[in-house]
């Protein structure tokens, strides 16, 4: 059964969330952290038998693949379905981000290290196996500023950016072997560590602009999520589906 999942920054925020909704409908988890080791072993003591929790640098290949080995040693197999969920250490507050005359190149970097970098060096240690069973899911977590930036993070968009271009690419790869990629982007969501210093009239803001009148909700994205992870999205690759209740139209 293709029931175990790696969700890479899964310790808080949107990634704890994944998890929950992944361990509610019935699969087994494993649970990438980095720094987050206290928030990481309080959701796994929350979430049961069904996870575990292992400490990886995403960005570092050689800590991926030991953390693979640890994975395959505890749930005796490889995951199946990869969500890439990880990202450097971010707060959503349009009154501090970087403008374009003043963003460095080495903060851009930072992005791209975990979510460009890491998200490969996850994949392409996971194709083996998938290619071997003739299956995969992976999914990647991006966002609707690459559509519409609204507030121009440049460097967390930059790299979301890069990595909507690695979902396409390696769909064409991958597709013959029984593998699909996909992206999931939201748009501010409510509540993540993320967009907590987002003051709430940002929240109403955006409420009244979107066609559904609400905030999507950290659930409201994970149920998505798990749609390309089942049997029924099986037909669908290099695609991105936008969650911000018709917020952005792709």
């Given at each position: 059964m293709n029931d175990l999942v790696l969700i890479s920054g899964s310790?808080?925020?949107l990634g704890s969330s994944i998890a929950k909704s992944f361990v509610k409908n019935g699969y087994r988890v494993a649970i990438n952290y980095h720094e987050s080791k206290s928030k990481a072993e309080a959701l796994a003591?929350?979430?049961?038998?069904?996870?575990?929790?292992?400490?990886?640098?995403?960005s570092d290949k050689s800590q991926v693949d030991e953390m693979l080995n640890q994975i395959h040693k505890?749930?005796?197999?490889?995951?199946?379905?990869?969500?890439?969920?990880?990202?450097?250490?971010?707060?959503?507050?349009?009154?501090?981000r970087k403008l374009a005359d003043e963003i460095?190149?080495?903060?851009?970097?930072?992005h791209m290290n975990v979510t460009l970098k890491g998200s490969l060096?996850?994949?392409?240690?996971?194709?083996?196996?998938?290619?071997e069973s003739s299956y995969g899911r992976i999914i990647n977590i991006g966002?609707?500023?690459?559509?519409?930036?609204?507030?121009?993070y440049h460097d967390y968009t930059i790299a979301k950016a890069a990595l909507l271009?690695?979902?396409?690419?390696?769909?064409?790869?991958?597709?013959?072997?029984g593998i699909t990629v996909n992206m999931v982007s939201g748009g501010l969501l409510k509540i993540t560590d993320a967009s907590a210093a987002t003051p709430d009239f940002v929240f109403d803001a955006i409420a009244e602009m979107t066609p559904l009148q609400k905030v999507t909700t950290t659930?409201?994205?994970?149920d998505a999520v798990l749609f390309f992870a089942s049997d029924q999205s099986r037909s669908i690759t290099g695609q991105n589906l936008t969650v911000d209740g018709g917020l952005t139209f792709n």
């Open positions: 310790g808080r925020g003591s929350e979430l049961g038998e069904k996870v575990e929790i292992f400490k990886a640098d995403i505890k749930f005796n197999k490889l995951p199946s379905i990869l969500v890439n969920n990880a990202m450097t250490k971010y707060v959503f507050n349009g009154d501090d460095t190149w080495e903060e851009i970097s930072d060096n996850l994949i392409q240690s996971l194709i083996p196996s998938m290619k966002t609707n500023l690459v559509q519409n930036p609204v507030v121009p271009g690695l979902t396409r690419t390696f769909a064409k790869d991958l597709g013959p072997s659930e409201d994205f994970s």
